[in-house]
C-alpha cells in the first residue's frame, strides 16, 4: 500500500494553524482586560467577580462613576453606545485622577492602559472627575454675571 496524504488533510491543519495564530493573541488578550477589570473593580471597592457579569458590570460601573442607573437604557440603544461608552470610560480614569489622553490610549490600546491603571500607583478617588480634582461646583461662589456689584451669595 502506498501512504499519501490528501489534500483534506492538509487543508484542515492549515485552518487549524490559522485559528491558532488568531485565537492565541485573542484569548490572552481578553485574559488582560478581564484580569484588568477585576482589580479595577476592587480598588474602588466594589466585588471584582462582578467584572465578569455582563449587565450588572455595567451597574456597577456606573456606580463606581457616579452616573444614574438610566444610562444603562443608553448602553443598550445601539446608536448611543459609543459617546455614552467613551463618557463612562472618561469619567472612570477621572474617578482614578487620571486626564484624557489617558482615555485616549484606553480606546486605542487597551490591553496596555487598563493594566496601568489597575496595576499602577493609580488610587480611586471618588465617583465624579470634579470631586476627584477639587473642582467641585461650590455655591458660596457664584457670582451673577449681570450685577458685577455683588459680593457672592451664600445659600
Known amino acids: 500500500m502506498d501512504s499519501y496524504t ?4 492538509m487543508s484542515n491543519g ?29 480598588k474602588a471597592g466594589k466585588p471584582g467577580w462582578a467584572s465578569i457579569i455582563p449587565i450588572y ?4 460601573w456606573l456606580e463606581i462613576i457616579g452616573k444614574p442607573m438610566w444610562w444603562l437604557i443608553m448602553f443598550l440603544i445601539p446608536c448611543t453606545v459609543p459617546i455614552f461608552g467613551i463618557w463612562a470610560l472618561n469619567l472612570l480614569n477621572k474617578s482614578f485622577g487620571k486626564s484624557e489622553g489617558f482615555t485616549v490610549g484606553c480606546i486605542f490600546l487597551p490591553f496596555i492602559f487598563f493594566p496601568i491603571l489597575a496595576f499602577g ?5 471618588g465617583p465624579s472627575a470634579k470631586e476627584a480634582q ?9 457670582r451673577d454675571p449681570f450685577n458685577n456689584q455683588n459680593p457672592p451669595q451664600n445659600y
Do not use: C, H
Open 6 to 9: 490528501s489534500s483534506s488533510d
Open 14 to 42: 492549515m485552518v487549524a494553524a490559522f485559528l491558532a495564530v488568531l485565537l492565541i493573541p485573542l484569548i490572552i488578550t481578553s485574559l488582560i482586560q478581564i484580569i484588568s477589570m477585576w482589580k479595577i473593580f476592587t
Open 57 to 60: 458590570s455595567a451597574i456597577v
Open 121 to 125: 500607583g493609580a488610587q480611586y478617588l
Open 134 to 142: 477639587g473642582t467641585a461646583f461650590n455655591p458660596n461662589d457664584y
